[in-house]
Nanobody, 122 residues
Framework: VQLVESGGGSVQAGGSLRLSCVGS????????LGWFRQAPGKEREVVAT???????TYRDSVQGRFTISRDNAKSTLYLQMNSLTPEDTSMYYC?????????????????WGQGTQVTVSS
């Protein structure tokens, strides 16, 4: 199983980035997928998840600014991030779960990518 993120970088506040995550080695369309982030000295937090039925969840701080989507034909997960703020600066990880549950469906993730860094300057 492999998950590979891309699309991170450095932007100014108010800018946009689109993260991608390509998966292989598992039945992509049958998995709940999610984006998580972890800043230095902070705990990892769920950003957004998308289930097999394409229902989505978002943490409050990104609601209305971020959009999670999936393309099962390409085994690719996306995170469109708009109106970025310095508080969004973090390492972003994609993850896959056979079944996701709990707050924001952020529990149950078994497979993880290596992460892509997002840095937002003021």
């Amino acid at each position: 199983v492999q998950l590979v993120e891309s699309g991170g970088g450095s932007v100014q506040a108010g800018g946009s980035l689109r993260l991608s995550c390509v998966g292989s080695g598992f039945t992509y369309s049958s998995y709940c997928l999610g984006w998580f982030r972890q800043a230095p000295g902070k705990e990892r937090e769920v950003v957004a998840t998308i289930a097999v039925d394409v229902s989505t969840t978002y943490r409050d701080s990104v609601q209305g600014r971020f959009t999670i989507s999936r393309d099962n034909a390409k085994s690719t997960l996306y995170l469109q991030m708009n109106s970025l703020t310095p508080e969004d600066t973090s390492m972003y990880y994609c993850a896959a779960a056979g079944f996701c549950y709990g707050p924001l469906r952020g529990v149950g993730f078994r497979y993880w990518g290596q992460g892509t860094q997002v840095t937002v300057s003021s």
